[in-house]
């Protein structure tokens, strides 16, 4: 039996890479709803895949009135939200030396001001019992070279799940956090140049514990899991799905 059977899900991010496996990983198990991105091409291409129980949703999610619009439309179409994953996120890299005040900024308003948004315009239109699923990163366990900052961020939005956790006890809505470890996911290209990408992946994964990088759809299926009353005694907690490289390697 699909474990997110008629699920109305919002997947912020869900045009490219990780949020795209997760709505994947949604659609096979039954789920319909919205993806959220500003790339209308990617959005487009990302739909037709998902087989007509998505809709594309082009917003930014670092502005509270997008927001807002993405879950009337999401509601109107589709009745009340069950599942939002609040995934877009990304970042400048740097270090404190060579970041200011623009790339602070970006990188706050992506990965922390996005996810209060997000959480902030989900929650007048979610079912009680729903599941709100953060994305956080590695990188807010362990220091990484040019990704204090971003880490930074991602500590907080591990933080923000538990606490406001305790703000939604009433209702029954559930959040959680999926912390992923290098994933692969068009993120490089931003990075690296692309004669470069593949050599990459394979140093990362030589230096994985588990001897690969994540695929999107292992944060696809602790998507699924987090979503679903599988995990219905699971609040405020985090899942690191990292292959062992945050504490292992
Ligand atoms: P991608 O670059 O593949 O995807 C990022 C997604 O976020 C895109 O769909 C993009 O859509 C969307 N997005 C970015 N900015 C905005 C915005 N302002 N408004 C709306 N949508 C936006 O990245 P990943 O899949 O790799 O990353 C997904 C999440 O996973 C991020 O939060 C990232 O920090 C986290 N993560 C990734 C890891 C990795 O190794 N890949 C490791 C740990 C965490 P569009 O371009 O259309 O705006």
Known sequence: ????????????????????????????????GAIVGRNQETLDSAVAQLGGNFIAI????????????????TSEKFGNVDVVVA?????AIGTVSTLGETDFDKTIDLNLKSVYFTVHNALPYM??????????SNA??????????????????IHFAKGFSSDLLERKIR?????????????FEKFVPSEQIEGLKKHFASEMPIGRIGQPSDIGKTAVFLASDDSSFMIGAELLVDGGMTYLA
Do not use: W
């Not at 995934?87 to 970042?91: E, F, L, M």
């Not at 079912?127 to 953060?134: A, F």
């Open 1 to 32: 039996m699909s474990k997110l059977n008629n699920k109305v899900a919002v997947i912020t991010g869900g045009n490219s890479g990780i949020g795209f496996g997760i709505a994947q990983e949604f659609e096979n198990e039954g789920a319909v």
């Open 58 to 73: 082009n917003a930014d999610v670092t502005n509270l009135a997008d927001l807002e619009r993405v879950f009337k439309e």
């Open 87 to 91: 995934n877009a996120g990304g970042g």
């Open 127 to 136: 079912n009680d019992g729903g599941s709100i699923i953060l994305i956080g």
């Open 140 to 157: 807010a366990h362990r220091a990484y070279p040019n990704f204090s900052l971003y880490g930074a961020a991602k500590a907080a939005v």
């Open 175 to 187: 959040a959680n956090v999926i912390t992923p470890g290098t994933t692969d996911t068009p993120a």
